[in-house]
């Protein structure tokens, strides 16, 4: 039997079930990612399809179509990116993982589209900690 995770956006009008783990977690630098989370990057895993529940408000769900070939979901009442998908043909949807709201580690990850990283990043660089 698989984990059941659970997640919302930040207002919690939206809310999803996922009934597999998030596969391929990637932490995308490209310019759409920054500009739709308003971050040096987004975190994704993706999920087959039919894996994905919305349990509330998905009247609260809109969608922008950021390219001809891709949709970003996110809550009407509070902003929180939540999905991306392919226009056409996908059985995969794209989890923004800063909206789980159930532990999850991924066994692998990987970073994309580093060379669009903004110019005040100093990802990989030794960075300060703070409280």
């Not at 391929?24 to 990057?41: E, I, M, P, R, W």
Request: glycine share 8%; aromatic share 10%; charged share 10%.
């Amino acid at each position: 039997m698989s984990e059941t995770y659970l997640g919302s956006c930040l207002c919690a009008k939206v809310r999803y079930s996922l009934h597999s783990a998030p596969q391929a977690v990637t932490h995308c630098h490209c310019s759409q990612c920054q500009k739709s989370h308003g971050a040096a990057f987004a975190t994704y895993g993706a999920v087959p399809r039919h894996d994905l529940q919305i349990t509330a408000g998905d009247t609260n769900l809109r969608v922008y179509a950021s390219s001809a070939t891709v949709w970003r979901q996110f809550c009407g009442h509070c902003g929180s990116s939540l999905f991306w998908s392919r226009t056409h043909g996908s059985d995969w949807i794209c989890i923004a993982l800063g909206t789980l709201d159930s532990a999850f580690m991924p066994q692998r990850q990987k970073h994309v589209h580093v060379a669009s990283k903004p110019t005040w990043s100093n990802f990989g660089a030794a960075c300060a900690h703070g409280e």
